[in-house]
Every structure is written in structure tokens, then in C-alpha cells.
């Protein structure tokens, strides 16, 4: 009760400090004039702008950016062309040059060519050279992340590439992980726990935390896609829906933390070494399987099912009964002690 005490005093501190969290201070090349439509612009200084300023104010409220919006190449590189939108729609002769993978570019103008067959979108960028070019919003979108450390990890854990190589090594690395656990038959989260609950709790937190992503991108795309804009690690700024997943990554770290200092008092550094690589890896397929099964609506019955299994398995097989007569290590059952190797009868 008391370590869990504290646990509960480290969420609430970590939580409070995320809500001191600001956005970075603008890059060098940043636009300082950009028309932004906060939650807390009245609809009277709405209708009190120009129409090009409701214009850009409805535009940042559907794509989640505007004109002074920082973004990061993550493609390779991106052309951006030097002339006017409309030249390149009249099959004019234009000059491009290309930003390499890496750079920082910022949005410095939004044009609307509805002649255009290809994307009416046109955003003029600036580059960290003072360049300036036009490319398709549909072209940019592809290739860029939003310039946040945040954006890009998201971005990263979503590539498609990335998910199907993590596929195949969690299950490589769990398969062999329980292979060897077993041939030593060691402790294994589900199977041979040790006596915490926080194992098997980080393992649930996790598969849930990938059932409720899944859930936002099938029900509520746009307000994962504003989140993914504008990111932040305070849950008490969110919808309710966003602040529900960033309590669960928190809830993830503390859990996380509370399994490591367990496993390290109830076993020996190599044992302990092998406990937390196994739940590693479980916890690695539990986010790839959940979040994927998820968007198909299989997600749903499979978690009810995983924590039926996951608390029947803990209640079941963790729960130490007997105490060993020479050395006083907790057993599960009567026998020769795995610690000392004495016989308890």
C-alpha cells in the first residue's frame, strides 16, 4: 500500500509538471504575423475580421496549421518551384530547387487555384536559407513532419515500414526470449510471475493504451490528426479522448518504473536481466498485435479476453503460499527452494 501511495504521488507530480509544458519558442524564420483562431476568439472577433483572415482561420481550423507553421523534411528531399502557382497550371516554363531531407522549412503563404486538377492547395515555404518555393499541400504533407520532437516520434511509430519489422522481431524475440526462459525455467510474466502485480499491470496498461490509439484513428481521426499537429505532454489540455491515451503513456512509465525496482529486489541481476527482456517483449507484441487488430474491431473482444487470461494467470500461478524453512525466499509450492536449494516438505 505504501509503494503504491507513492506511485499514486509521482503520477500526480509528473502530471502537474506536464502542465507547465509550452511549445518551443518560434524558429528564426518564422512568421510572427500568422492569423491563429484560438478556443478562447469570441464569435463577435470572428465576424470582426477581414475575409482573408477568416479565410486563413478556417484554413488552420481544417488542416491544424497555417501561415508561420514549422515543419521538418522527412523524405529524402522535396522540389519546391520558384514561380507562381499559376504558371505551373499553364504549362509555363519554371525553375524548382530541392530542400534535402532534414531541413527545416516554414509555411510563409496558403494559395487556393481551383483550376488546378492535381491539388488546389499551394503553400509557399521558406527555407533555413531564405528560399522561398511553391509545392502541392498534398506533395508537402507527405514528406514533412511538424518541427516537435513529439510529431516525429509519433511519425516514426507510424510508419508502416517500421510497424512490419517490429512485427517480425517481437516475435522472434519473444519466441526465443521464452524458449530459453523456459529451458531455465525462469520467472515469465503470465506463465511464472514473481510476486508483483505491476508485471502484469504495465502488460494490460500497455495492450489497452494500443486498443484506446487504435480506437481515436478509427472513430476520431481528425482529433488525433490535431493532437499530431500540436502536441503535448499535458493530458489536462486535451479532449477528453487524447487526455484519456496520455494518462495511460504516463500511467506506463510510472508502472514501468514500479515493475523494474520490483523485479530487481525479488531477483538476481541475470534472472532479473531475463524477467524484464521477456516482458519486453511481451509488452511489444501486446502494442503490435492490439493496435493493429484493433482497427479491424477484433481489438475489442481480444482485450477482454487478454485480461481474463493475463488476472486468471497472476491469481493463479504469482500468488506466494509457503515460505522456505532454511532461506525464507516466498514459493509457490512445496519442494526443493530455487534459491538456496533446500527441501521443503
Request: aromatic letters at 14%.
Amino acid at each position: 500500500m505504501r509503494k503504491l501511495a507513492i506511485l499514486m504521488m509521482m503520477s500526480f507530480l509528473l502530471l502537474t509538471i506536464t502542465g507547465c509544458y509550452n511549445r518551443r519558442t518560434p524558429s528564426r524564420f518564422q512568421l510572427k504575423d500568422s492569423t491563429r483562431l484560438t478556443d478562447s476568439m469570441t464569435q463577435a472577433k470572428f465576424d470582426s475580421l477581414s475575409m482573408d483572415q477568416k479565410d486563413s482561420a478556417d484554413f488552420a481550423i481544417k488542416h491544424h496549421y497555417s501561415v508561420g507553421f514549422n515543419f521538418i523534411i522527412r523524405g529524402d528531399s522535396i522540389d519546391l518551384i520558384k514561380q507562381q502557382p499559376e504558371e505551373v497550371v499553364s504549362n509555363m516554363t519554371v525553375d524548382s530547387f530541392a530542400v534535402k531531407k532534414g531541413a527545416r522549412v516554414a509555411v510563409t503563404d496558403i494559395h487556393m487555384l481551383k483550376s488546378d486538377s492535381v491539388d488546389s492547395v499551394w503553400i509557399q515555404l521558406v527555407t533555413d536559407q531564405y528560399e522561398l518555393g511553391w509545392i502541392h499541400e498534398s506533395k508537402l504533407l507527405k514528406n514533412v513532419d511538424p518541427d516537435d520532437p513529439i510529431s516525429q516520434f509519433i511519425s516514426t511509430f507510424s510508419n508502416r515500414h517500421l510497424i512490419f519489422f517490429l512485427i517480425i522481431i517481437s516475435f522472434i524475440a519473444v519466441g526465443y526470449i521464452i524458449r530459453k526462459l523456459m529451458r531455465r525455467k525462469s520467472h515469465i510474466v503470465h506463465f511464472n510471475d514473481i510476486n508483483s502485480f505491476y508485471p502484469t499491470l504495465l502488460a494490460l496498461i500497455v495492450a489497452s493504451s494500443a486498443t484506446f490509439y487504435a480506437t481515436i484513428q478509427n472513430f476520431t481521426p481528425d482529433t488525433w490528426r490535431a493532437f499530431y499537429f500540436h502536441p503535448t505532454l499535458n493530458p489536462f489540455s486535451q479532449p477528453w479522448s487524447i487526455a484519456i491515451f496520455l494518462i495511460s503513456v504516463w500511467a506506463m512509465l510510472i508502472v514501468g518504473l514500479a515493475t523494474i525496482d520490483d523485479t530487481r529486489h525479488q531477483l538476481k541481476f541475470d534472472d532479473a536481466f531475463w524477467y524484464l527482456c521477456g516482458l519486453g517483449a511481451v509488452c511489444a507484441v501486446d502494442y503490435i498485435v492490439f493496435s493493429i487488430s484493433t482497427l479491424y474491431f477484433i481489438g475489442y473482444p481480444l482485450l477482454i479476453a487478454y485480461f481474463w487470461f493475463a488476472l486468471r494467470s497472476y491469481f493463479r500461478n504469482s500468488r506466494n503460499v509457503y515460505i522456505c524453512g532454511n532461506c525464507g525466499a516466498r514459493l509457490h509450492r512445496k519442494g526443493r527452494c530455487p534459491h538456496c536449494g533446500a527441501m521443503n516438505e
